[in-house]
């Protein structure tokens, strides 16, 4: 049996094998040395289609937040199962954030060693 370590709601890694796995389907997403975003379906939303209108007063006049030419909402989803795992705001053109980095040789060792000390 592999050991699986929960990071976020919906992602785990999976020690011996050093993968992202997604927490719902099991999905291998990525490499657990890697950014986990690279293994999962991104969608470049237009923040008019999640923030409602704001109306101005004084104008007479909607207008929206947060301003789409200089914000994007950025949405990531499992492949396999399509669950949402991850949401970020971002200006245009930034690059993906890399949120998410562990050191995966001191996971390994103090996981691993607990999983064979007990056996």
């Known amino acids: 049996m592999t050991k699986s370590i929960a990071i976020t709601e919906y992602l785990e890694i ?3 094998t050093e993968r992202w796995k997604c ?3 099991g999905h291998d997403i990525a490499s657990a040395r890697d950014n986990y ?3 999962l379906l991104v969608y470049n939303r237009d923040p008019r289609e999640i ?3 704001i109306l ?3 104008k007479y006049e909607f207008t929206y937040a947060p301003d789409p030419t200089w914000c994007r909402i950025i949405e990531y989803y499992c492949p396999e199962c399509a669950t949402q795992v991850e949401a970020e ?3 245009p053109g930034h690059p993906l954030t890399h949120d998410i980095e562990l050191d995966i ?4 060792a103090r996981h691993l060693d ?3 000390a007990a056996e």
């Open 14 to 16: 999976e020690l011996e």
């Open 23 to 25: 927490r719902c389907c």
């Open 37 to 39: 975003k690279t293994g």
């Open 51 to 53: 923030h409602r209108p």
């Open 56 to 58: 101005n007063a004084d």
């Open 89 to 91: 705001y971002l200006p």
């Open 105 to 108: 040789d001191k996971l390994k």
């Open 114 to 116: 607990q999983k064979e």
